[in-house]
């Protein structure tokens, strides 16, 4: 799709909205996969004054009915289903069944959109004649997009993006990705995650092309989809690069266009990314991560510092941090950001903003006023930054604490896909004990009681070699068929895993 012709789409969808009666501020629900008719449908809804609610297509009809009602969606744009590893995936009728409100359908690639209730609209007749539109004027403050946290432990946060955000994340491409106006950019993502809107303000305000692909990241039809983009920039998370290295997913292909890759969601692997370097002739990583309450990164790499595999080297121009252990500027700790910076959200629609982020925070090391963001960080050497997870992660074993990312990466086994170590405390005595969830590379081997024998051996040796023998009793392997997700690239916080394995424990 030509910009002229989004263009013309996206005015056509902000007519629709009119023709709709939906009043300016009001609030639309994107529920579907990322595709042209969906960057058309968000800028559609942002250009006519209203305010899009961004909903992951993967999300069962529970999540999306409590999403839709914290940010008070009043209509939803969706598909009624859509085709991926050969599959047909139902969007709409999640839709009907979350009780979602007035609906309005895009068809399946030749196929006619099926209505099960009266209200609903196809997306043919939803759209106006008019072709042209005058964008609504707004305040800098008003919301333009409510993004979710992951919920993973309670009802997800609900953010507002405003007017300034896109600022963020432009700026942020252009300064950190390098952006340039003839530059194609690929970033795997939705509407329902903070990189869907990011990469399409990193994309268009620079001038730049997206290219979107709706399908199995995994397999070589993703790959062979880049080479003929001509993509120059192309976005991962480390899962995927794992799933890519241990399958050669995408080795002999054509990526010589692609000028460097970036990559965020988790911390990555050193050898993950010297691999994804070897994939498009050693082109550099530059390593990105922040938030959806900062509208884009807080940490990341450049094209014009020397990099290292999976360290960062500066905080995000306009943005800085303090990292603190014990309230204590430390090399390795908790990281704070420090406020102000554009970006940052200022309220939250279904908590207190200032509760979240600043209460029980402690000042600065010269009295400034800091911003929890619940990441752990090391300063390295030379002027390097390492990740080391989320802190609600940090493992304690034996009075050795470490992050279960540090411990993840020396798991190394050629039958184990992906695995993430926990802390578990089963008896209530404050002695806790490691178990790491595996899965397994050959799923028929779920049960295999060897296997848990063999990988809980192995990880023990491992864990004293290259870390602590103080850490290195494993007190159990789980295995599993996937690491349940909280957002693409992102395993399930080791709080939930541990309800998991309490549940599992009960009933043995």
Same mark, same amino acid.
């Given at each position: 799709? *030509? #910009?002229?012709?989004?263009?013309?789409?996206?005015?056509?969808?902000?007519?629709?909205?009119?023709?709709?009666?939906?009043?300016?501020?009001?609030?639309?629900?994107? !529920?579907?996969?990322?595709?042209?008719?969906?960057?058309?449908?968000?800028?559609?809804?942002?250009?006519?004054?209203?305010?899009?609610?961004?909903?992951?297509?993967?999300?069962?009809?529970?999540?999306?009915?409590?999403?839709?009602?914290?940010?008070?969606?009043?209509?939803?744009?969706?598909?009624? %289903?859509?085709?991926?590893?050969?599959?047909?995936?139902?969007? !709409?009728?999640?839709?009907?069944?979350?009780?979602? +409100?007035?609906?309005?359908?895009?068809?399946?690639?030749?196929?006619?959109?099926?209505?099960? +209730?009266?209200?609903?609209?196809?997306?043919?007749?939803?759209?106006? =004649?008019?072709?042209?539109?005058?964008?609504?004027?707004?305040?800098?403050?008003?919301? &333009?997009?409510?993004?979710?946290?992951?919920? &993973?432990?309670?009802?997800?946060?609900?953010?507002?993006?405003?007017? *300034?955000? /896109?600022?963020?994340?432009?700026?942020?491409? !252009?300064?950190?990705?390098?952006?340039?106006? +003839?530059?194609?950019?690929?970033? /795997?993502?939705?509407?329902?995650? @903070?990189?869907?809107?990011?990469?399409?303000?990193? %994309?268009?305000?620079?001038?730049?092309? @997206?290219?979107?692909?709706?399908?199995?990241?995994?397999?070589?039809?993703?790959?062979?989809?880049?080479? +003929?983009?001509?993509?120059? @920039?192309?976005?991962?998370?480390?899962?995927?690069?794992?799933?890519?290295? &241990?399958?050669?997913? @995408?080795?002999?292909?054509?990526?010589?266009?692609?000028?460097?890759?970036?990559?965020?969601?988790?911390?990555?692997?050193?050898?993950?990314?010297?691999?994804?370097?070897?994939?498009?002739?050693?082109?550099?990583?530059?390593?990105?991560?922040?938030?959806?309450?900062?509208?884009?990164?807080?940490? *990341?790499?450049?094209?014009?510092?020397?990099?290292?595999?999976? *360290?960062? &080297?500066? /905080?995000?121009?306009?943005?800085?941090?303090?990292?603190?252990?014990?309230?204590?500027?430390?090399?390795?700790?908790?990281?704070?950001?420090?406020?102000?910076?554009?970006?940052?959200?200022?309220?939250?629609?279904? #908590?207190?903003?200032?509760?979240? #982020? !600043?209460?029980?925070?402690?000042?600065?090391?010269?009295?400034?006023?800091?911003?929890?963001?619940? =990441?752990?960080?090391?300063?390295?050497?030379?002027?390097?930054?390492?990740?080391?997870?989320?802190?609600?992660?940090?493992?304690?074993?034996?009075?050795?604490?470490?992050?279960?990312?540090?411990?993840?990466?020396?798991?190394?086994?050629?039958?184990?896909?992906?695995?993430?170590?926990?802390?578990?405390?089963?008896?209530?005595?404050?002695?806790?004990?490691?178990?790491?969830?595996?899965?397994?590379?050959?799923?028929?081997?779920?049960?295999?009681?060897?296997?848990?024998?063999?990988?809980?051996?192995?990880?023990?040796?491992?864990?004293?070699?290259?870390?602590?023998?103080?850490?290195?009793?494993?007190?159990?392997?789980?295995?599993?068929?996937?690491?349940?997700?909280?957002?693409?690239?992102?395993?399930?916080?080791?709080?939930?895993?541990?309800?998991? #394995?309490?549940?599992?424990?009960?009933?043995?």
């Amino acid at each position: 799709m *030509t #910009y002229g012709e989004l263009k013309r789409l996206s005015a056509r969808v902000a007519n629709g909205l009119d023709e709709l009666g939906l009043d300016r501020g009001e609030r639309v629900a994107l !529920y579907l996969p990322m595709t042209p008719e969906a960057v058309a449908a968000y800028l559609g809804i942002v250009l006519s004054g209203r305010c899009v609610v961004g909903i992951a297509d993967a999300a069962a009809p529970p999540e999306f009915q409590k999403r839709a009602r914290i940010a008070n969606a009043r209509a939803v744009i969706t598909v009624d %289903s859509y085709i991926r590893d050969g599959k047909e995936h139902a969007i !709409y009728s999640k839709v009907v069944e979350g009780d979602g +409100r007035r609906a309005v359908v895009i068809p399946r690639i030749g196929q006619k959109a099926r209505l099960d +209730r009266d209200d609903d609209m196809t997306w043919t007749d939803f759209l106006s =004649d008019r072709e042209a539109y005058e964008a609504i004027s707004c305040r800098p403050g008003d919301h &333009t997009n409510i993004l979710f946290s992951s919920g &993973t432990t309670k009802d997800p946060k609900a953010i507002p993006w405003t007017h *300034t955000t /896109p600022i963020k994340s432009a700026a942020d491409a !252009y300064l950190h990705q390098d952006t340039r106006p +003839r530059d194609v950019l690929a970033w /795997p993502t939705s509407f329902g995650w @903070m990189m869907g809107p990011w990469l399409t303000y990193a %994309s268009f305000v620079n001038g730049a092309t @997206m290219a979107l692909y709706v399908g199995a990241t995994t397999a070589r039809p993703f790959g062979e989809f880049v080479a +003929r983009a001509g993509v120059t @920039m192309l976005g991962v998370v480390p899962k995927l690069v794992r799933s890519w290295k &241990t399958d050669r997913t @995408m080795e002999g292909l054509d990526w010589h266009r692609i000028r460097l890759f970036s990559s965020t969601a988790e911390p990555s692997t050193p050898e993950e990314m010297v691999y994804l370097m070897f994939l498009a002739g050693y082109r550099p990583v530059v390593e990105y991560c922040g938030g959806t309450e900062v509208g884009g990164g807080y940490i *990341t790499g450049s094209v014009v510092q020397p990099c290292a595999p999976s *360290t960062f &080297t500066t /905080p995000a121009l306009g943005l800085d941090f303090e990292v603190l252990d014990g309230g204590q500027p430390a090399s390795r700790g908790e990281l704070f950001l420090v406020p102000p910076s554009i970006g940052l959200s200022t309220e939250l629609l279904n #908590y207190d903003n200032d509760e979240e #982020y !600043y209460d029980g925070v402690p000042e600065g090391p010269h009295g400034e006023r800091l911003r929890r963001h619940g =990441d752990q960080v090391e300063r390295l050497g030379d002027g390097y930054y390492r990740h080391l997870g989320r802190i609600d992660d940090m493992i304690n074993i034996n009075g050795v604490k470490t992050s279960s990312e540090e411990i993840r990466s020396v798991l190394k086994n050629d039958k184990v896909y992906d695995a993430k170590p926990i802390a578990v405390d089963l008896d209530g005595s404050g002695q806790h004990r490691l178990v790491v969830y595996v899965v397994p590379r050959d799923l028929r081997l779920l049960g295999s009681d060897t296997l848990r024998a063999e990988l809980r051996l192995e990880f023990q040796r491992s864990i004293k070699a290259n870390l602590n023998p103080l850490l290195a009793h494993v007190e159990d392997v789980v295995l599993v068929s996937e690491l349940p997700q909280a957002g693409p690239g992102k395993t399930r916080t080791m709080e939930e895993l541990r309800k998991d #394995y309490a549940a599992r424990a009960a009933h043995a």
